[in-house]
């Protein structure tokens, strides 16, 4: 005679849902033979598979803007991944296809800068580097500690308001890590500068400071490439891949 | 070319979505741990095996950014409220379009205390093997078993399913 007492709800459940091993399924068969409570059971556990299963087709839709900020995170990724290795590549090639420029950014370009290494332009958050060129916004304190962290393609919200989005990571001829962000303060101007790590900081090399939304004024695309012409003078043919990057990021953060 | 694993991602984005409400309850904070979950995975994605399905592996990664939230959020202090509170639940659902089976289901579901719920979302929303669920929810199949058979006598019970 079966033994009833080990037809425990977990054993006739999985019964019901085909996950028991053949042998413990024909135990649980051969109770429902003598038993109405184990095929009531399983009734009622196949009932509730078949409704939960119904209801599980009512799927809400991901929401519009949630869709939205994943299909940014994707082609960020396209972007970096389609990179060619090979860091002798053309790098004009590359333009544009790992970037992901925020229209109204890349359309309003006003003016660019370059910060030759040794002029009065200092560590982010440092007074030096509050009003010479007029980019005060690169003297967030925030920045330096959003560079150290954040990986390429993240955004982060600086105390002070303001968002940062890294672009990417680079090293130059002198194996320094260089990575590329735009900057969107509150108020005012964006910048879109390459920083490179000196010491125990951040050193901005370039900036591009780009007017607001509302501009009328019109950018032409060498305004971009002007900068890739910057990045490439400077040994910054393609940028790291993530995995590289993380390394690179991690080393700073233990301090070594 | 299109990325095979980017639309993989792109098509459990709703399923995604749905667990991330059942663990957090707030629509915001889903978002947020949905976008988490796709940031770590396009990330890890050399770690993904593609003999294994990709949802189990998202709802892992999922599961794992959710214990970190919560975890961090309780070292701030700010405590999320992840205990019963079953009116916030079923709100994205339009009980007019819904046929009424459905919404006695998907509100009794909200009933139950988390470590249930997320066991039967995993089986029998997603369809997952019990050993799968064990191996997202981190927990023996032993576990999932008597969660998962407390969870449907519940709904059974709740729902008049004799």
Not at chain 1, 90 to 107: D, G, H, I, M, S
Request: aromatic share 6%.
């Amino acid at each position: 005679m079966t033994d009833q007492t080990q037809m425990t709800d977990e054993l006739i459940m999985a019964y019901a849902d085909g996950e028991l091993p053949e042998a413990e399924a024909k135990k649980v068969e051969r109770a429902a033979e003598t038993s109405e409570e184990v095929r009531d059971k399983i009734r009622m556990f196949k009932q509730t598979a078949r409704e939960l299963k119904g209801a599980a087709a009512d799927l809400p839709p991901v929401p519009d803007q949630l869709a939205d900020r994943i299909s940014t995170l994707l082609a960020e990724d396209t972007g970096a991944r389609d990179l060619p290795a090979d860091g002798n590549v053309v790098p004009f090639a590359r333009k544009a296809v790992f970037r992901q420029w925020p229209t109204a950014l890349a359309a309003s370009i006003t003016l660019a800068i370059g910060l030759a290494v040794g002029m009065s332009a200092g560590p982010f958050g440092t007074p030096d580097t509050t009003s010479p060129f007029g980019i005060a916004a690169l003297a967030d304190p925030g920045i330096d500690r959003a560079l150290s962290e954040v990986a390429s393609g993240g955004s982060t919200s600086l105390d002070s308001g303001a968002t940062l989005n890294v672009i990417a990571s680079f090293v130059d001829a002198d194996s320094t890590l260089c990575r590329e962000f735009d900057y969107e303060a509150v108020n005012g101007p964006s910048i879109v500068s390459v920083a490179c790590r000196v010491g125990q900081t951040w050193e901005p090399r370039i900036a591009i400071a780009a007017s607001s939304e509302q501009s009328a004024v019109y950018a032409p695309a060498s305004s971009l490439e002007a900068l890739e012409a910057w990045l490439s003078s400077s040994g910054m043919g393609s940028p790291l891949e993530l995995p590289e990057e993380k390394q690179r990021l991690d080393r700073i953060g233990s301090g070594t | 070319m299109p990325d095979c694993f980017h639309i993989a991602l792109t098509e459990k984005l709703p399923n995604l979505r749905r667990f991330a409400m059942s663990l957090c309850r707030s629509p915001d904070l889903a978002d947020d741990l949905v976008q988490i979950t796709v940031e770590k995975a396009l990330l890890a994605r050399s770690s993904y095996d593609p003999a294994s399905r990709i949802e189990a592996w998202l709802f892992r990664i999922l599961k794992n950014a959710w214990i970190d939230m919560t975890r961090k959020q309780k070292v701030r202090g700010q405590e999320l409220d992840i205990d019963e509170k079953p009116e916030l639940g079923g709100q994205e659902h339009n009980a007019g379009e819904t046929r009424l089976m459905v919404a006695h289901v998907l509100s009794a579901v909200e009933t139950l205390p988390l470590e249930q719920r997320e066991v039967l979302i995993l089986v029998c929303f997603e369809e997952l093997s019990y050993a799968e669920a064990a191996d997202i929810l981190d927990v023996p199949k032993g576990t999932i078993m008597s969660r998962l058979s407390r969870a449907r006598t519940a709904i059974a019970a709740k729902v008049g399913i004799k």
